[in-house]
């Protein structure tokens, strides 16, 4: 029997690992072990207040910071009743797109890309395509400024708050902002002209669609709403979450897992192009059309497009984000009246749907749960190794181990964030 | 000889290895000084050996974590933990010693047996073995990380604020928040190197550096009193991210409450 093990999956956020047997040239079973140390942070949060529970759950994961922190505001707005100023949701769009552009194009260049040409690292990579790197890693750059800018940190900023945010950028800043955004569309494209020259691998390539989900943004592209969409048409309120997506516990893996209609789906950039890719507009737009193929619908590993598409997306969007902020003038903050309730707040975090749903009694909170987008993933990602393992028996182990991990790197798995708390029932059969 | 540099991630968010890959082209002429053997994070090919200097984030929550962190001291001359995790226990470790921890676990998995690994409360890097220097933050500052970077290779000790973020916030003339604004402000009691930024934004600090050594607890809960929250409540706040070193520190507090 061959059995592959790989301890620690380098180059992604967290402790992972992954289990292949194989045995009689047959796939016997394919793990990803989650070895994440558990925090039980939900647990933490009983007895804390609203604001209290803000300066705790972006401490979740640092990739995924302001999308923790949005989801939780929405699920507190809803419940203390407060409608927010136009200013304010235009701040929280540019902070969020400050984010998606951060993890892509981190995920992109310095994690995922140096997987298509061979490169153990970006380091490596560096020396043969400084040009691409640099472009990659100058975008990031710029999301660091956006998520400084706007929540006073690169990580765990502190400034986005119930009701709005402590200080607002000044026209300065928002004019930088919206010059370098301009200044990179063009080295986005290029980026997306380089990866379009790349063959996309077909050893993980499923034969029937993938099963996708995303939040409903509206009319335009976009990462907020308070309904899901389901491939196939189908759409549900963010309010029946746990039918969504049946949290359930294995035993090989410190994170759940969870199914729909006992069927795994994918969430993420690859999602939210393949179910709202036609509301995009100007160059991502263009770019969809002449990029997009029944193939993203079937190979994960076109979750790098989908997130380069994605970044390009928000770098033409945000000028004209930052020139309706400069128009308007700063709301003052509402103090909330502390009440009981309960309800859910949902934002596509840059790995898929995000859930925060608490229940507070007097202010405090009694309950909370959070379901992040690496757990709703995590069963895919075991069926697409499967099918990697299976296209690629013959080989050697040697051979194999990088694919594998390539399909892992593909969904951009950010284990602190699903293990934030974990969940495991003893195997009785060992 | 280039120094051997290993970066390592327990648990946490791992928001210090990100502040340290986020600084993009400035990381490259650090990283040229040294030879980075292992770093999982950022890169593949990592080599597990003799080291110079170890940076670690995050606490230590399981006994497969414990081991693999007595077995990085005895590899490693310098060990150094990175961030408010490492350093305290961080946010994961806000109730330890409370004698409730079994009870939060069965909430969360029932009493299932758990074989995988033995998980046991969060607690900081100093809690099991012996530690160099203390880089803190809630995350890391680069700015204070690769000054202290540069001291190590070259054989220096390295610099760390030993003030709190209080000082910072009257360097920038912010008005004060805690005694001007009736805020629960954390300033006078925290760590400073965060460059006071939250204070700047007009957000009390929530303490996610961790405490500063002879930080006047008594003065700062008898404030937070006079704003209207109970002790109760004071002492929440205080233990929200200091872990071991804050259980520590509101210990006199609950004493004096009891005198």
């Known amino acids: ?29 394919v793990k990803v072990n989650i070895y994440e140390g558990p925090r039980l942070i939900e647990q933490l949060l009983i007895g804390k207040d609203y604001s209290e529970c803000l300066n705790i759950v972006p401490r979740i994961c640092a990739i995924c910071t302001l999308s923790h922190r949005y989801a939780s505001i929405r699920a507190f707005e809803k419940i203390l009743n407060i409608s927010i100023k136009k200013k304010v949701s235009l701040m929280r769009y540019l902070m969020h797109m400050g984010e998606i552009i951060e993890s892509n ?20 990579m560096l020396q043969d395509h400084k040009d691409i790197i640099m472009s990659g890693l100058k975008i990031k750059e710029f999301a660091n400024l956006i998520m400084r800018k706007t929540s006073a940190r690169m990580i765990h900023g502190e400034n986005p ?65 308070d309904t899901v969409l389901v491939s196939q048409g189908e759409e549900r309120d963010i309010e029946e979450y746990e039918k969504l997506t049946n949290e359930r516990v294995v035993s090989h893996s410190y994170a759940k897992r969870c199914t729909y209609k ?44 989908a997130q380069l598409l994605e970044i390009l997306f928000a770098l033409e969007k945000i000028p004209s984000v930052v020139d ?52 709703q993933n995590l069963d895919e990602m075991e069926r697409f190794l499967r099918i990697t393992a299976e296209n690629l028996l013959k080989k ?7 694919e594998l991990e390539m399909v892992v790197r593909a969904y951009d798995p950010c284990i602190s964030c699903s293990a934030h708390l974990i969940k495991v029932v003893h195997e009785t059969s060992s | 000889m280039k120094k051997k540099i290993g970066i390592y991630g327990f648990t ?19 990283f040229d000084k040294v030879e980075i053997v292992s770093f999982r994070m950022a890169q593949s090919n990592n080599k597990e050996c003799e080291l110079d200097i170890a940076f670690i984030e995050g606490s230590i929550t ?66 099991f073995v012996k530690v160099d220097y203390c880089i803190p933050g809630c995350p890391i500052s680069s700015l204070q990380f690769f000054s202290a970077f540069t001291k190590l290779i070259n054989d220096f000790r390295p610099v760390l604020y030993e003030f709190p973020v209080c000082t910072e916030c009257k360097w920038h003339e912010n008005q004060c928040l805690l005694t001007e604004k009736n805020l629960p402000c954390l300033g006078p009691i925290t760590r400073a190197g965060c460059g006071a930024v939250c204070l700047d934004h007009s957000i009390p600090c929530v303490g996610c550096w961790g405490p500063v050594d002879e930080a006047n607890i008594a003065y700062e809960s008898k404030l937070f009193l006079k704003q209207g929250f109970s002790s109760q409540e004071i002492i929440k706040k205080f233990r929200m991210f200091g872990g071991k070193a804050s259980q520590e520190l509101v210990k006199s507090l609950i004493k004096n409450e009891n005198k």
């Open chain 1, 105 to 124: 194009s981190l995920h992109v260049f310095v994690l995922a890309l140096p997987d298509f040409f061979g490169y153990p690292s970006i380091t490596g």
């Open chain 1, 1 to 29: 029997m061959k059995k592959i093990e790989i301890d620690l999956i380098s180059r992604v956020e967290g402790h992972g690992g992954i289990l292949v047997k194989i045995d009689n040239n047959n796939v016997e079973d």
């Open chain 2, 12 to 30: 946490g968010c791992a928001g210090d290895q990100l502040t340290i890959i986020h600084s993009e082209d400035k990381l490259i002429p650090f």
């Open chain 1, 161 to 225: 708050i119930v009701g709005g945010f402590g200080k607002y950028p000044t026209n300065k800043e928002l004019n930088e902002i919206k010059r370098k955004a301009t200044e990179l569309i063009p080295m986005a494209i290029n980026a997306l002209e380089f990866l379009s020259s790349v063959s996309v691998p077909t050893f993980c390539e499923r034969k029937e669609f993938i099963t996708f989900m995303c939040l409903n943004s509206g009319e335009e592209f976009g990462f907020v709403g």
């Open chain 1, 324 to 375: 309706d902020i400069k128009r308007l003038k700063d709301p003052a903050l509402e103090i909330p009246e502390m009440v009981s309730g309960e309800a859910t707040g949902a934002v596509e975090a840059p790995r898929g749907t995000l859930y925060h749903y608490y229940n507070i009694e007097n202010g405090l909170i009694k309950k909370a749960d959070i379901i992040t987008p690496t757990e």
């Open chain 2, 62 to 127: 399981t006994e497969e974590q414990k081991k693999r962190l007595i077995e990085i001291r005895n590899r490693t001359d310098i060990l150094v933990p990175i961030g408010t995790c490492a350093c305290f226990g961080g946010i994961q470790s806000m109730k330890l010693g409370d004698g409730k921890y079994m009870d939060r676990y069965r909430k969360v998995y029932g009493n299932n047996k758990i074989t995988i690994d033995k998980a046991f409360e969060s607690l900081p890097l100093n809690s």
């Open chain 1, 262 to 305: 006992n069927k795994t789906f994918t969430v993420g950039a690859l999602a939210r192009i393949n179910l709202l890719g036609e509301r995009l507009k100007g160059e991502s737009y263009n770019y969809f059309k002449k990029m997009y193929n029944k193939r993203w619908k079937k190979n994960p590993l076109y979750n790098n497009h």
């Open chain 1, 396 to 402: 050697s182990k040697k051979e194999i181990e990088p």
